[in-house]
Each structure stands twice: as C-alpha cells, then as structure tokens.
C-alpha cells in the first residue's frame, strides 16, 4: 500500500503531501522534515530508495525522483514493487508535464485542487488505479470540462487581468 | 525576468479554467514561496489565517470566493498551520450541487478530517446521497472520500451503495468501488467479511482495469490465508499468461510493456500462493520461465518484473531452471551501472540465497563494491545480505564490519537495528568468547544506550556462567580478560549507563577474583566511576554494590580492610542521598563493614551470582504468628484481587451504564443497521457463492467439497480458458524454452561445477574483466565467502535431498487438488479435458477479446455470466449450457434485488432517521448559518 504522495522543493516546502492514513497536522510537518532532510543529504548518482522506518514505522521504503527544483516522493509498504513505483512516479511527472505543457514548480503551486485531481486518478485510498498518463489525462479533462458546465459562475479569475495591467 | 515568467504561467493558467484562483491566493503562494525564513513564512500564513477568519464569518459569501477560501485552508494546512476553524466550510460546501464546488469540498474534507471526527456524521448522509448520483464524477468522488472518511462505525451506512457500485456500468467507477471495498476491509474485515466473495466474481470482470484492480484485496485476503485461495492459482497463471502474450487492449501497455503493474501484483500473488506448493510451483514454472525471456532488462519496468520474478522464483518451489535464469537476472542486476538495479540485484540474492548457497559466490566482488558504496540505501541492504549469509567461517569478518559502519553512523534508528543484529550474529555464531566479549565490549561503548538490557543482562550471565563445561580454568581465564578489558576502558570519557553497570557488576563480582588486581585498585576505579556519573543512579547503584562485594570478599579472606577515603567519602555522600534505594545501599555497605568474616560469607559468598536463591514466596514461617492473631479475634486476610473485583460488581457496571447512552447519543442512529440490515440484505444479494464461503469458515471438513465446487464456479471463465491450452502445449513449450536458455546462458554448466571448488573458481572467471582488483578486497572476498566451500558441498547434497523430501510432505496437498475435477457433475472443470483437443485449433483469447470489443460497442451488457454465456456453445454440452444460462439469468437477477433493497430495505428509513436527527438538531445542510454548527460542535 502507499502510504504518502509528497512534492517537495529543493528548500524543503511542500508543494503537495497526501497521506492515505490519516496523520494529524504536526506528525504530517515532522514527517515531511523528517524526509527532507534525508533526501538533501543523499548524494547525486545514488540510488532512488530508502528504508525509512524510523519515520514512518517497520517496513517502509521510500523512493524518490529529483526533477529540477522537486522532489517527487512516494512512501509505501512492502507489498509495492521499489522499481515499479519509480515508474509511477514517472508517470505521475509525466501526466503533469503533460497538463501544464512542460511542468514546472509554479505551475504545481498555482494550480494546487488540480494538482490534487490529478494524484488521485493515480493513486486511490493508497493503491495504483490507473498507471497510463494518457488515460488519467482523459479523466482529468473530464473532470474540468464537467466542471466548467455545471459551473454558472465564471471561474476565469479576474484578478490575472487585473494583474496583468499592473 | 523571473516575474516575467509568473505572469505568463497566469495568463497561461487562465485559459485552462476550472482550477483558477484568485490573484489573493497567488499572491499568498508567491510570497510564502519567496519568504527567506521559516519565521517570515509563519508570519505570513498567520496573518493569512487572521484574514480567512474573518472573511468566513462575513454573511453571503458568494460560492465561488468560498471555494477559494477552502483551497487556501487546505494550503496553510499543509504548510503546518491549524485550519480546524474552517473545517466546517468545507464540510458544508461537500453539500453543494455544484459538482466543481463538491469536489472541492470533498477534497478539503479528506485532507482535513480523520475517520473519527465529530463533523463526519454531517457527511455521512451526502456521501450516501452522492454515492446513487447519476453523474459518475461524483460518484467517484463521494467513493474517493469513503476511503479517508468512513470507519467501522460507518462501514454499514454506505456498504450497499458501495456493493450496488461494484456493477455500475462505468469501469471507472467499478474500480473505485472495488478498492473502497479493499479499504473497507482494511479497516474493519469482519465488516465486510460477507462480501469477500465479490473480489473473486470482479476477477472476472471484462474490464481489464477492473480486474487489475481485484488483485489489490485478493493480495491482502490471501497473504493472509493462502490456502482457500488455492484454486484460484490456474486462473491467475492464465490471466498472467494473457497478459504477457498482449491479449490485453494496447491501451494497456506501458513503455511497450503489457500492463506492467497487473503483472507484479499477479507475481507477487502467485508468490503467497506458491510457496511450499509444489503443484502450484509447477504450474506457474512455465510462465515464469517465459517471463525472463519475454522482459525487456533495458527499461525500469521490465527490471521491475524482472525482479518480481525473482522474487516469486525464491518464494515458491522452483525448479533448476528458473533458479538458473534467477540467478542470471541476479548476476545482471549486480553489474550494471545503475544503483537502483544493484539495490534490486541485493536484495534478489539475499532472497535466492536461502534456496541455494552457493549462488552469492559468483558475485563476491560484486557485493564488496556494494559494501563500499557511498550509497547509504545499498551499503544497508548488504548488510542486510551478509547478515543473511553469517556462518561460523566468516562472522568475524562481518561483524567487524557491521561495528565499523555502526560507528560511522548517526541514525539512531539504524544504530540500534545495526547492534541488535552485530550482537544475534555473536551469540549466535562466537568463534571463542574472548572474541564475544570484545565484540559486546565494542557494541556497548558505541551504541550502549540503544542496545536492549537484555543484551547486556546475557553478557553478565556468560560471564559469571562461563562456557557452561566444567572448565573452571578457562572461565577464569575468561573472566580475567573480561576484567582487563573493563579496566582499560573505564577511564574513556562519556561510556553508556547500560555499558557502565556492566563493567561495575563484573569488577565487583571478578576484580579481585584473580588476585592480579588489588582491592584498592578496584575499589578506587569503582569510585572514580560513582564520581564521574554522579548523576546516574542506576550507575551509582552498581558500582555501590560492586564495592560492597570486593570489601566482602576482602573480609571473608580474612585480609584487613582499609576503606579509601574517596570511598568513604562516597558513602557518607550516599548516606544522605534522596534516593532511598542508593541510601539503602549505602547503609548495608556501612552496615557490612562492620561484621566479621563469617557472618559475611555467609551474606556474600564468592562467586555465587549463579547460584539459586530460594525465596519462601507464601511467608510459611509466618504461619504461626497468623495462627496466633487469629485466635486472638483477627481479621482473616482477603487478597487485592478479591477486593477490587468486588469493586467492579458493585459499583463500576451500573455506572458505565448510565455514562455510555448520554455520551454516545449522536451515534446511535448510525449504529442501529449494524445487526439486522447490510449482512441480511448482502446475503440475498450475492445468493449463489456467498453461503458456502460462510459455512466453509466454520466446518471447513464437511462443506469443503462444496465449496470447492463453487468456487470454481466463480472462475470458470478462466478456468476453461486455461484447460483448453491442454497439457501436450504445455509440455512442447517447456522443452524448447529449457533447450533455448542454456544456449542463452552459454555456460549452463558454470554454476554447477562451481560448486566444488566454488572459492576460486568464480574468482578467477572475473578477473580478466577486472585486471586492478584490490588485493584487499580479494582478501576481504576469500574471508568472507571463501570458508563457504566446505559447507556447500553439504549444502549442494542437502539440495538434493530435499526435492525428495517435499514429494514426501506433498502428498497432503495433492488430492486435494485432484479431488476438484471428479467431483459433482455439474463441475466445470470436467468438461475442460474433453473440449481440450477439439477446439484447439480455435483461439481462446481471440473469443474473449471478440467478446470484450462486442460488449463494449453495444455498453450494455458488462455482466460477466452474460459474457460466459455467450461463450458457452463452443463447449458444445447441453448441461453445461443450461447451468450457465441459469447462472446468469441469476446473476442478472442481481441489480434488481439490489435496487429492491435499497429501495425499500431498511435504508431509507435509516436515511430518514438520521436526517430528522440531523434536523431536529439544528444542522441543515442548505443552511447558510454557520453558528448553528458552531453550537452543535462547540
């Protein structure tokens, strides 16, 4: 079972945590520290996993990709595979770069619900659901052109305009 | 430039609609991103947190700013920050119609909330509404929310709509509700334990998706009970089998593998299944012996199942072959590059090499280099191997690299699990006892605070007991290099508490034992000790003691006794400590000082700790006196166990009574269904296989026949599919492939010859590759593997044994697999071997993909019965036929007995019930006041 989904960027910050069990808002900072602090200190060139029982209890791997200023990182259990999660995570960046044209950083932080959609057309209550980009973009789409129908409102944010003539 | 850049990923962001924000939010994003402190950051959300408080009180909040103020809890959530003001928002906006508004909602809740918060019963009702929608998105949204939001106590409220969900007719959504399902069982099995026979039934669903789902819960049922899932080990070979061959649709494939993550779920599936079973080995042999030539080793993926292969390979009873192309796989693992493939190529030989020894051999250079890795994740996963591979011939060498490494690291953690390993591996492997207390002498000065007080209790005990053979010289022997070693070290600054008792319990017992040390000499170091952990106890405590037995084996003796002054300085310190227990201490030292030598032998008799103390546990010298105060009109004694279990009779229970209605009130209408509702209303629902898998559970002997029966039943599909490939196929196939992997290997022969003279040997083979080895290295290779070769010989003709012993213990297992087909005649698995060599000529998988494509262009049909049906007169048998058609008719019949239950079952009255509780307190969920909740939530 997966037990976390995390971004985090080079500094540290989350840019998105999901834990499938739940953790209370302080064991959630400790652990996001707790793994922070372990990836910055692994050197380039090594491998992608970790054993990393002392935070999240007995049998709990982690593997992580370093992508420009991100860190994408999955904890799990040991009924997942190190290397196929390593292509979920794969996956996951690649269904992003997708969606935003090229992901970067800002475009995670800015849009954070969509962010959310997207992880969980991947992952569902901490096992793989889908494993194509294609299809969870086709989900996602979905999800907005719904969306965007059942919404009366105008979602088009002003404010960019308004920005924009700043 | 860099704001450049920010405000076209706006612009940009403006046109993908759905998921914009407000310049307010970006704003907040952007600052928290360019704070240089995490104090700046703090202040910032802080004031943002001041901000959404009070915008959320503002009356009206249009819709549309009200989900963006719940994006933006969620955000400071994440950085740390309490949101829990805002939580009820988000609760009342899962309320909204608005799908983009309820998604929101949803989201927020599940990040938010766990299971056992009190605002869940506010949503438990939307989630049973949310859950009959007609619009699938939110459905899959209310089903994304149960696996956070719903516990035990929950599970019945939703369970029917959940089960209803399993036949919907989007695939999406039977997957989802497949593994809301696996999560209840997760959490609460005896919930849903009646509908387990589900996951079996959607193994067969025609969705591939589906099924791949499945095998999330049908791997968590079976690992934990392998042996009622026995059946299912064909149907899963086969779908393994399909699989690899690309029957499934190219949608599937990733990086040009077939549905890469369904094959590691079915391997690591046939694994719990195979292991100890030879017929299920067997069967799967073929498969596997595929799959090593069939994946691709230059992708992440294909490695991936490369290495669950090997994985299964070391689980179930493989044969001679698939070790060889395990070991291959192993072997190319071990020299690539890639540190990922090296960790993988670890770990698969430490698993193989529980089935064959000698295997680690070849790679002996291999795993050095992994030894000095400086990566962190590989250096720990070879020790971990060597661990595995500790023998009497090599454990010095390992342990001594384990306490190396133990030095070399911080982690606690790891610290702790490294010495814990370093101190199983001496004692259970000590070449000499010499060698086990420098090694515990090393552990406890590195990791003593982290070592388990047992070790060091252990240590004392094979100290004072000796090699337990009457060889006092050697014990003594032992003894005196125990006590050297302790004098040398204890005057190291800062030794662990646990590590320092230990040296003051041997000096006491053994410094003057030998007559090398003088008591003063002793006694001065026990001293000096006291002094220097002043403010350990536990420390003090010891050496206290220790010095009490050295003056008292100098009384005994008959020697004069001249207390130091340090010492007597310590003691008049003790006398007036505050802790009683080190007072206490003290003033029997003081106490001892003054007796003469018999009576203090017979307190503290030399070198006695192993003897017996016996202790007159009931107080029988005590006996008359009682007798005495009996008499004369005493109380008889009544024990403390007696006396508070009155207690409990009298006063506690009726107490508890009054407490738990009044506290509990809220949940009351929630838990109202759990006895008489969903397991009734499920039992009609699933009527054919549901019963049996019930009785089985009790009276497995009797029903099993049964069961077995209609088990297969459910999957039948597969189970013919996988007859009509016949036996002669099989048998063909496995030939070539074993000719085509030697000429693969090139040298087939290597491993096996190797076995003799395996120390050199492999040895030799890599040098020409490598011609700069280091010599040392060499060295640390011979010791490490080379003591082996000996032991594999034995090891290699044990090997050989033991295929014959398993055959011995197999027959248990094996007619209880035959017993399957010649049992009643309505069994499927009968007609298999007569149909095997008619239709051969007609591909099964073609049909079944037909039938895939034809179900999904008319939508309508995705019943799997339905399906089997139709496929049914190419077995040509009319009995057959008819019991197909009934069981489909019947599995048809299904979503109507659901829909009469939940129509009229009792769970709309229960709906009914909880709204009006929900109501009459005051909670509605249109409501725009959010002070009524605040009341109800205080």
Redesign the interface.
């Known amino acids: 079972?997966i037990k976390a989904v995390m971004m985090l960027n080079t500094q540290g910050?989350?840019r998105?945590?999901?834990f499938?069990d739940?953790m209370?808002?302080?064991k959630?900072?400790e652990l996001?520290r707790g793994v922070f602090s372990v990836l910055c200190s692994?050197?380039e060139?090594?491998?992608?996993?970790?054993?990393i029982?002392?935070l999240f209890g007995p049998d709990s791997r982690l593997v992580y990709k370093h992508y420009a200023t991100l860190y994408f990182v999955l904890v799990f259990d040991g009924?997942e595979?190190?290397?196929?999660m390593?292509?979920l995570i794969?996956?996951l960046v690649e269904t992003l770069d997708k969606c935003f044209s090229n992901v970067?950083e800002?475009?995670i932080?800015?849009?954070?619900?969509?962010m959310?959609?997207v992880v969980?057309e991947i992952v569902?209550?901490?096992?793989?659901?889908?494993?194509?980009s294609?299809?969870v973009i086709k989900?996602v789409e979905?999800?907005?052109k719904?969306?965007?129908a059942?919404?009366?409102?105008s979602?088009?944010?002003k404010?960019?305009?308004?920005?924009?003539g700043r | 430039m860099e704001q450049l850049?920010?405000?076209g990923?706006?612009?940009a962001?403006?046109s993908?609609?759905?998921?914009?924000?407000?310049?307010?939010f970006?704003d907040l994003?952007k600052s928290?991103?360019e704070a240089r402190s995490k104090a700046e950051e703090d202040r910032i959300v802080l004031s943002e947190i001041d901000i959404l408080k009070r915008r959320l009180l503002e009356p009206d909040i249009?819709?549309?700013k009200m989900k963006e103020y719940i994006?933006r809890l969620?955000?400071i959530?994440?950085?740390?920050?309490?949101a829990s003001f805002g939580y009820i928002h988000a609760v009342k906006m899962t309320h909204d119609d608005?799908?983009?508004l309820k998604?929101?909602g949803y989201?927020a809740v599940t990040?938010f909330?766990?299971?056992d918060h009190d605002l869940i019963i506010l949503i438990v009702n939307t989630i049973q509404k949310d859950l009959r929608s007609d619009?699938f998105?939110v459905v899959c949204a209310a089903l994304?929310a149960i696996?956070?939001l719903i516990n035990e106590e929950t599970i019945p409220a939703v369970l029917p709509q959940v089960v209803e969900l399993l036949n919907h007719q989007k695939e999406?959504v039977r997957?989802?509700a497949i593994?809301?399902l696996?999560?209840f069982h997760?959490k609460s099995p005896s919930s849903v334990s009646h509908l387990i026979s589900n996951f079996r039934k959607r193994l067969c669903d025609n969705d591939p998706?589906v099924m791949g789902?499945t095998l999330?819960p049908l791997?968590?049922l079976i690992s934990e009970d392998v042996s009622s899932y026995k059946d299912l080990v064909s149907s899963f070979v086969s779908i393994l089998k399909q699989v690899t061959e690309r029957r499934l649709p190219k949608?599937?494939d990733?990086?040009q593998m077939p549905a890469?993550?369904i094959q590691?779920k079915l391997l690591?599936i046939m694994a719990l299944l195979g292991s100890g079973d030879k017929n299920a080995s067997e069967i799967m042999s073929m498969v596997l012996g595929d799959l090593f030539r069939k994946c691709d080793s230059s992708t992440?993926?294909g490695?991936?199942i490369l290495?669950?292969c090997i994985r299964c390979i070391s689980c179930i009873l493989p044969n001679p072959k698939l070790l060889e192309a395990a070991a291959d796989a192993i072997s190319k693992f071990l020299k690539s590059d890639?540190?990922?493939l090296?960790?993988?190529g670890i770990d698969g030989l430490g698993r193989l090499i529980k089935i064959s020894p000698d295997i680690a051999e070849q790679h002996q250079l291999a795993v050095i280099d992994c030894l000095e890795?400086?990566?962190?994740?590989?250096k720990?996963?070879t020790f971990e191997l060597l661990y595995k591979m500790t023998k009497s011939s090599n454990v010095e060498v390992i342990v001594d690299r384990m306490i190396d490494y133990m030095i070399s690291i911080n982690?606690?953690?790891?610290k702790t699990?490294i010495a814990s390993r370093c101190v199983e591996l001496a004692e259970q492997f000590a070449p000499s006892n010499q060698w086990f207390i420098q090694i515990m002498n090393k552990v406890f000065e590195h990791a003593g605070d982290l070592v388990n007080i047992k070790v060091a209790h252990n240590l004392m005990r094979l100290i004072a007991e000796g090699f337990g053979e009457d060889d006092d010289d050697a014990d003594s022997k032992l003894r005196l290099s125990a006590v050297e070693s302790y004098l040398q070290l204890i005057s190291e600054p800062k030794l662990p508490s646990l590590f320092l008792q230990v040296i003051s319990w041997v000096l006491g017992e053994y410094g003057t034992a030998d007559g090398k040390y003088s008591a003063s000499y002793i006694s001065g170091k026990l001293c000096d000790v006291a002094d220097a952990y002043s403010s350990d106890e536990t420390v003090k405590g010891y050496a206290v003691s220790a010095l009490m037995k050295i003056y008292a084996f100098e009384i005994a003796s008959g020697r004069k006794v001249d207390v130091l002054p340090e010492c007597q300085s310590l003691i008049e310190e003790l006398l007036a400590s505050h802790s009683t227990d080190l007072q206490q201490r003290a003033y029997e030292l003081q106490a001892l000082l003054a007796l003469d030598a018999r009576a203090v032998e017979s307190i503290l008799p030399l070198d006695a700790s192993c003897e017996d103390i016996e202790v007159d546990k009931d107080l029988s010298f005590l006996n008359g006196y009682i007798q005495q105060a009996i008499e004369s009109g005493a109380q008889p004694y009544i024990s403390e166990r007696e006396r508070s279990g009155m207690f409990e009779t009298t006063d506690y229970h009726p107490q508890d009574h009054h407490e738990v209605p009044s506290h509990a009130l809220r949940f009351e209408a929630y838990e109202l269904p759990k006895p008489s509702g969903p397991p009734q209303a499920s039992n009609e629902l699933v009527p054919v296989p549901e019963p049996s898998y019930y009785s089985e559970s009790h009276q497995p002997v009797s029903t099993s026949l049964v069961s077995e029966r209609e088990s297969s039943e459910i999957k039948l599909r597969l189970d013919g599919v996988k007859q009509k490939w016949g036996r002669p196929s099989y048998q063909s196939t496995t030939a070539a492939s074993s000719t085509t992997q030697q000429a693969a290997n090139g040298t087939p022969t290597h491993s096996d010859a190797g076995v003799g003279s395996s120390s050199s040997k492999p040895r030799s083979s890599y040098e020409p590759k490598k011609p700069e080895i280091d010599p040392e290295k060499q060295r640390l290779a011979a010791s490490l593997f080379g003591g082996s070769s000996s032991r594999t010989d034995k090891k290699s003709s044990s090997g050989g044994h033991k295929p014959a012993k398993e055959t011995v213990n197999k027959p248990a297992a094996v007619p209880k697999e035959n017993q399957t087909p010649v049992q009643p005649p309505p069994d499927l698995l009968d007609l298999g071997e007569p149909t095997a060599t008619t239709v051969t000529a007609m591909d099964p998988f073609k049909e079944l993909e037909g039938l895939m494509d034809s179900s999904s262009q008319d939508g309508g049909s995705s019943d799997v019965m339905g399906l089997y049906s139709d496929a049914a007169p190419v077995t040509t048998t009319t009995s057959v036929d008819s019991l197909l058609s009934e069981l489909s008719d019947s599995s048809k019949g299904n979503p109507h007995t659901y829909q009469s239950q939940t129509s009229k079952g009792p769970n709309t009255k229960e709906a009914l019930e909880k709204d009006a509780l929900v109501r009459q307190m005051g909670v509605n969920p249109t409501s725009q006041n959010p002070t009524l909740f605040k009341d109800l939530l205080g």
């Open positions: 079972m910050k989350p998105l945590a999901k499938y739940y209370p808002v302080e959630q900072q996001i692994r050197p060139n090594v491998s992608n996993f970790l054993e029982d002392s009924s595979n190190e290397l196929a390593l292509d794969q996956v970067c800002l475009d932080v800015f849009n954070y619900s969509k959310h959609a969980d569902f209550g901490g096992q793989v659901l889908e494993t194509s294609a299809e989900a979905e999800i907005s719904l969306e965007a059942s919404n009366s409102i979602l088009v944010p404010s960019v305009s308004g920005w924009r | 850049k920010t405000i990923r706006e612009l962001m403006g993908q609609g759905g998921f914009g924000q407000s310049k307010e970006l994003v928290i991103g249009p819709k549309r994006i969620v955000y959530e994440m950085l740390g920050h309490d608005n799908l983009l998604r929101t989201l990040l909330l766990n299971e619009n998105l994304n696996c956070r999406a997957k989802k593994m809301a696996h999560r997760r998706g789902a999330c791997f968590d949608s599937y990733y990086h890469p993550f590691i690591k992440n993926i490695n991936a290495y669950e890639s540190h990922n090296k960790y993988m890795d400086p990566d962190d994740t590989l720990r996963k982690d606690n953690h790891y699990e």
